[in-house]
């Protein structure tokens, strides 16, 4: 599963973005896709996710609420509206798949096999 992240940005503290997780393949082989963000001198850390079927997302603390996570399995594609954008949401955002048959915790990186290069986010305050 090839996965190329997009539409990144730079927008001020209060605007919003929507980047794009690419994944041709993606539904014929994945059960989960995540988002990651890797923010400057921190850990990298479980933003939302989203199961295959749709039904089922997660979400971090610091996302739920201003935060959507979606899919259109026609186009292969998984999308994270961002709204009401803090400085802190500032990083490198990384879109990892986990595949069928796989298990694991929605939120933990090691658990995903497949990894975008990322698409940077910068907020302005």
């Known amino acids: 599963v090839q996965l190329v992240e997009s539409w990144g940005g730079s927008e001020p503290a209060g605007g919003s973005l929507r980047p794009i997780c690419a994944a041709p393949?993606?539904?014929?082989?994945?059960?989960?896709v995540g988002w990651f963000l890797h923010a400057p001198g921190k850990e990298r850390e479980a933003v939302a996710s989203?199961?295959?079927?749709?039904?089922?997302?997660d979400y971090a603390d610091s996302a739920r609420g201003r935060f959507t996570i979606s899919q259109d399995n026609a186009k292969n594609t998984v999308y994270l509206q961002m709204s009401n954008l803090k400085t802190e949401d500032t990083g490198m955002y990384y879109c990892?798949?986990?595949?069928?048959?796989?298990?694991?915790?929605?939120?933990?990186?090691?658990?995903?096999?497949?990894w975008g290069q990322g698409t940077q986010v910068t907020v302005s305050s």
């Open positions: 990892a798949a986990r595949r069928l048959g796989y298990g694991g915790a929605w939120n933990k990186a090691g658990d995903y096999q497949y």
């Open positions: 989203i199961h295959m079927n749709g039904r089922s997302t």
């Open positions: 393949g993606y539904g014929s082989s994945t059960a989960r």
